[in-house]
Structures are given as C-alpha cells and as structure tokens.
C-alpha cells in the first residue's frame, strides 16, 4: 500500500527540489524501481500497435521537454521547436541512409548539429522578447520544410520523395521484436535525457535558468550572466527536441518534409501547456497528450476531429489551467495536508 | 511472426466468444474477414490543410453502404474503417498500422498523399497487406518487381507525359521540344514520361528549362526555350506559372504545339487570369468526364452517379470533381472484390487487383478502361487530349494509351 501511495506522491514531488528533500532514500530507491517496472510493462502488456504508439508518444514526450526547458524554465517562447525536431531526424536520417551508419552512432551527432543550431537561434533571440521572439521561431519552423526540399541539399535530404532508413535490430542475445526493441531503446535514452534535464534544472543553473525568466534585472544584479544563459538554454533545449527527432526518424523509418510541417511546433507547444509549464513529469503527460487525443478527438466525430480536439483542450485547460502537472501538484498538496491535519 | 499468430488466435478467439455459436470453423476466415465481414481500411486527411479531399472517403462510405443494402460481396458485408492523418507522414504510420494490428483490415484501399503513402510504403509490402488504389498522382506506385503489395489508381503525371509524347510523334515526328518542368518529383515525371517515349531520340530533340515552385515568373525559361527554336512546348509546372506562361508565350507571338499539365487548366486559376483568348489552342488532358461540361447532362454513366450522390450523399456538392474520382476509384475496387469470389485472402485479393481485366467506368471518358496486369501496375493508363477553344475544352482525337515501361 505504502507503495501505491508513494508513488505519485513522490513523482509529482520530482520537479520541486523542495519537496524532494523530505523523501527518506528508501522510498526513492522505491520509486525509481516503480518507474522502471512501469516504463518496462508495457512490454509484455502491449501489442504491437499499442507499443509504437507508446513510442511516438514517448518521443513526442522527449521534445517537449526540450521546448520546456527553453520556454517553461527560461520563458522564451519558441514555436518554432519542430524545427529542431526536423533537423535531429534528417542528421540521423542521411547519416544512416547516406553513410550507413549505426543508429547508435547518429546520436551524438545530432545531438551536436542540433545544439549548434540552437545555439545560433540563440543569438537573435538575445535581442527579440517575448513575441517578437515567439514570431521569429514560427518563421524558422515554416522556413525548414521549404528548406529541406531546397536544391542545395536535394541531394542529402532526398528532397520532397524524403528519405527512407531501416530501424535497428535487436541484438541476437534479448528475445524482442523489432517493436519491443525500439521502445526500449526510446524509453532508455528519454530516461537518461529526463535524468539529465532533472538533474540540470533543480541545481544551480536551474534555479540561474528561472530566475532569469522571472526577474531578469535582479539576476543580471546577483551576477548572472543571462545572454550566456539564454544562449545555452536554447542549444540544450535544442539538443533534446533534436534526439526526439532522431528517434521518430527510426521509428518510423521514414522522413519527408511534410513529415515537419508548422504543425508539430505547435502540437509540441500544446503538448508542453497541457501537459504542465515548466514541468519535467508534465513533458510526459504532454507527449501523451498530443499523440492519444487527437486520436480520441477521432472516434468522437470523424466529420470533424479538429473542433472536438479544441473542446476537449480548451475544457482541459479550464479545469487544469496549469496542466497535468500542475493537477497532481495540487491533489499531492492537498493529500499532504489531509494527512498532518 | 508469433506475435502475429497468437494476434491471429486472439482475434479468432474474440470472434468466437462473441458469436457465441457452437461453430467449428474459425470465425475469421483470412485477415479481416469473417463469415459475413470484410474489413477494408483507409487513411485520409479528414482534417488539416488539405482536409477538402476527405470528400473522397465519404463517397466510399457510402458506396460501401449502397453495396451492404444490396447484398454485399460474396455474402459478405463490407465494413469500410477510414482514419484521419492530417496528411502527416508520421500519423498516417500510425493509424495504417492501427487499422492492420488494431482492426486488423483485410487489406487498404484509396490512402491519400504521395508522401504519407510513402510512409508506409514499406510497412505494408513487409506485411504483405494489399496496399490498393492509392488517391496520388506519382508514377512511383507502379513498381511490382520491387513493391509488389502496392498498386496505384488514376494515370500518373508520368504516364499524361508519354501520351503527350506519343502524340507529338504522331503529329509532328520531327519535332523541336522545349520542356519546362518543375524542379521536383511532380515536374520530373514529365521529364521521366518524355523520355520514356522518345528514348534515344531524347537528347536530340529536346530542350529542357526548370523552374523552382518558388520562382515569382518564369518568363526567362520561356523566352530561352524560344531561342532554342522549339516549335513543341510541354510544361509540367504548378497554375500560378501556368498562367504566366500561357500570357507569355502568346504575347511574344510565339506559336508553338502547347502541351499544358492537367493539374494547371482550370478555367478560373489559370485560363481566366492568364486570358481566355491567349489560350486558345493550348492542349491537355483528361480522364474524367467533367461534370460542368454539358455534353455529359444526359450521359447515362453521368445519371448513374448523379442517383448515387442524391440519393446516398444529398448534401455533397456535385460539383466537386473528387465525388465522380472517388466513384470511379470506389467501383473499380468493388469490381475486384466481386472478381475475388469467396476467397478473399490477401494473397488473392492482390492477385485480382493486380489481373483486372480492361473495365469501363460511369464516371471516366468514354472508351477509357481501368485494367492491371501483373507486370503493369498503371491501372489508369489511357487519356483523351482537350483543346482550349477561349471558353472551354473541348476533347479531341482518340483515347491514348501511355507506353508501358
């Protein structure tokens, strides 16, 4: 029982360090292996449609943490995420269909093109705040489509035909399907990355990242150097949408330009205000939200998915206006002074 | 494969469980189909920026249903699953792969999008899930050696290019031909077709110019194609350049044999703009009967079509052209279900589509017949030139077969 009850109590605590102070090391070490046993069920649970669902959704949980760090813990709104996103998935798009690369080996490649790309939009985001900057980003995620298909790089990016790559086998050793592999590879490499993100955002550079958000002036007076800052916070960001994509390009075996339309800044945007502002555990149920509801939105009304995919956000958003996270912040709060009073 | 079998007995199981019949037979016969089902699923965008196609997939539905309340297909009820993409690549995997391990269709029929479709190309030849009549017009469709689970439908850009080719070489076999294409898979299989034709011949009788979907004229393609002394121009280039380029080569008193893609000919985007009296003369082509055209008023294919959408789509606007597409493409798959018997196998229903013999259809042009062979995937493959006469088209000549490559 003690377990049950741990559980979401302690990982909704997660994104507040404050919080996470007061959690004896058992319990924890407790919700780690919960976190393990739950990601790793759907496994055996799962067929295999479900499981790449989970997958894409996983993925799509992935870049919107990368938007998160950027617009949730540093306030700079960027629509232009999808944009990063495309970029991850052709880096290891053309290495593997081009060179013949491992899978495995793409990886930290894309994740160095696409942080140096993100650390270039970082410059002129130094000087744009606020919507002018959240405009400029659009004009990035409008511009990639067309730039893929461009001559220059018709050759590389296989134009509008796009690019078709083969998904990693699983080693001889594990008996998985492909589909289980795939997702134990996602599953692992999101764990690190949230991990990491976790770990980044609850120390130091954490706390500079949100202070910068809130009152710029008063941290540039405690010191911190906040072009420095906003720059680096745009490549990190950049670098976790750009592994998502990375990702979504070897699950789905296939990228094309209309595959990184405006539309996936914008799901992943939705993604991150469902699923929680400045929410590590609400990037998930972000990922979750964007790939399951348009889905729901579908069996609702076939004639019109879009408007049912509009009530239900905006009905969402009326009842949680700070997200999912935000929700399980204050049930948590809630549950906790039930239990002293 | 052993999630495929046990996927398979789990199906069977359900099935049975819930018929509840002391019934020996498997309930399900072959993959999405039952004693008195089959599945059939599609994909299309129901929403987003090119949800205006999505008319397509009511047409089927309601095709499906005339069909269901006449009896269905050997013995069977056709129960039609439509899912929405948005026409995105990644989204249409996804709900292909719901409706084949999900819903588990016998086979898919009439996906929209040549990109989206590309998506799963390969997913659904692994599988070996018949991937049918796809709604785009790319030749790439057309490729059994490699593909053999997939087919396409309406003649591809490709095959309109070797019917323009074929006729030129009727005409004119001496021709000068300057080509004005696209930079892109749309323009290129004009190149493709015309080559395809002329073969070694290409290089000596054609002058290529290219423009990019981006360009804001074209005008210097047009006067360089000029130069070179073409007396034959064909172009494969989008309705905005369309109408510049018909102005253009009119104004410079330039009268060559103008051969304009079908996708850029509608008379209020191109010939209007471009001026109706500048266009007269220009050639295209066509495979469709177009419902405006008032030679068809009392076509009785035409009427057939007219009782189907009032009776079964009262509030579709009849003068959508993708309702009289969507019925032809719709009967041409319920002939191949007819021709399947009672055996509906993937493996047979593939063959069949891929065997039709020559088929004529209410809502396409009089002589021509959708048909596939095993080695030929082009299952539209004839068209009929159209002439701009400063008002309309008007057909013209014999119904013409693109080569078979």
């Known amino acids: 029982m003690s377990s049950a009850t741990g559980l979401p109590e302690g990982v909704a605590a997660a994104p507040v360090p404050v919080a996470e102070a007061g959690t004896p090391a058992w319990q924890r070490l407790l919700l780690v292996a ?308 | 494969m052993n999630t495929t079998r046990r996927s398979l007995l789990l199906g069977a199981g359900a099935g049975a469980a819930t018929l509840a019949l002391p019934n020996l037979a498997p309930a399900q016969e072959a993959p999405g189909v039952t004693a008195n089902e089959i599945r059939i699923g599609s994909t299309n965008a129901l929403s987003g920026p090119v949800s205006s196609y999505s008319v397509i997939s009511r047409s089927h539905e309601a095709l499906f249903k005339r069909l269901n309340e006449q009896g269905g297909v050997g013995g069977k009820r056709v129960n039609f699953i439509v899912y929405d993409d948005g026409y995105q690549p990644p989204r249409t995997l996804e709900q292909t792969r719901r409706l084949v391990e999900q819903d588990r269709v016998a086979f898919c029929f009439n996906q929209l999008g040549t990109p989206t479709n590309s998506a799963i190309h390969r997913y659904m030849n692994q599988r070996k899930v018949p991937h049918l009549f796809l709604a785009t017009g790319a030749d790439k469709w057309a490729n059994p050696r490699e593909f053999p689970w997939t087919i396409g439908f309406q003649p591809s850009y490709r095959v309109e290019a070797q019917i323009y080719a074929r006729y030129i070489l009727d005409q004119k076999p001496n021709a000068k031909i300057g080509l004005l294409y696209q930079n892109d898979d749309f323009g290129k299989d004009y190149l493709n077709g015309v080559r395809d034709v002329l073969g070694a011949r290409f290089d000596a009788m054609v002058k290529t110019a290219t423009n990019e979907a981006t360009d804001p004229t074209i005008d210097s393609q047009i006067v360089q194609l000029q130069g070179t002394g073409a007396d034959v121009l064909i172009c494969g280039i989008v309705p905005r350049h369309a109408a510049q380029a018909i102005r253009r080569v009119h104004d410079m008193g330039w009268r060559p044999m103008f051969f304009m893609t079908n996708v850029s000919i509608s008379a209020s985007v191109v010939m209007t703009p471009a001026g109706p009296e500048k266009g007269v003369g220009v050639i295209t082509s066509d495979f469709r009967k177009d419902q405006s055209d008032p030679a068809w008023a009392n076509d009785a294919g035409m009427n057939e079509w007219r009782g189907f959408m009032r009776q079964y789509l009262p509030e579709g606007d009849q003068n959508d052209n993708n309702y009289t597409y969507a019925y032809a493409a719709g009967l041409t798959m319920i002939q191949v279900l007819r021709n399947c018997g009672t055996d509906f196998t993937r493996e047979n229903v593939m063959k069949q589509a891929t065997s039709l013999a020559p088929l004529e259809l209410p809502t396409l042009l009089p002589g021509i017949r959708v048909q596939s062979q095993p080695t030929n995937y082009n299952v539209g493959r004839q068209m009929q030139l159209q002439r701009w006469n400063g008002r309309s088209w008007e057909r013209f000549g014999n119904i013409i077969e693109g080569a078979s490559v």
């Open chain 1, 34 to 341: 919960g976190g393990v046993i739950l990601a790793l069920a759907p496994l055996w649970l799962l067929e295999s449609f479900h499981l790449f669902q989970l997958t894409m959704a996983v993925i799509m949980a992935l870049a919107v943490l990368g938007l998160n760090i950027v617009t949730g813990y540093n306030g700079q709104i960027s629509l232009g995420h999808g944009a990063f996103f495309a970029v991850g998935a052709y880096c290891t798009a053309i290495l593997m269909s081009h060179f013949d690369w491992s899978f495995w080996w793409t990886l930290p490649v894309s994740a160095a093109v696409c942080a140096t790309v993100g650390f270039g939009i970082g410059f002129p985001a130094l000087r744009l705040a606020g919507h002018y900057l959240a405009l400029t980003t659009f004009a990035l995620a409008v511009a990639v489509p067309q730039l893929l298909k461009h001559k220059a790089v018709e050759d590389w990016t296989g134009g509008v035909q796009g690019l078709f790559l083969v998904k990693p086998d699983p080693p001889a050793f594990l008996p998985v399907t492909p589909d289980q592999w795939i997702y134990l590879v996602v599953v692992s490499i999101a764990a690190v990355l949230f991990f990491l993100t976790w770990n980044l955002i609850r120390g130091r550079i954490g706390r500079a990242l949100m202070a910068t958000r809130d009152h710029p002036t008063a941290a540039e007076a405690m010191g911190m150097d906040i072009a420095s800052l906003k720059t680096k916070a745009f490549a990190v960001s950049a670098l976790v949408t750009g592994i998502a994509g990375s990702l979504s390009a070897v699950a789905i075996e296939f990228v094309a330009p209309d595959s990184f339309t405006i539309f996936v800044s914008i799901t992943l945007f939705v993604g991150m205000v469902a699923g929680g502002v400045a929410s590590i555990l609400g990037s998930l149920f972000g990922g979750l939200f964007v790939l399951f509801v348009p889905n729901i939105a579908e069996s609702i009304s076939k004639a019109a998915p879009g408007v049912i995919y509009g009530i239900i956000l905006i009905g969402l958003l009326f009842v949680m206006p700070d997200g999912f996270a935000g929700l399980l912040r204050r049930l948590t709060a809630r549950l906790r002074r039930g239990g002293t009073s």
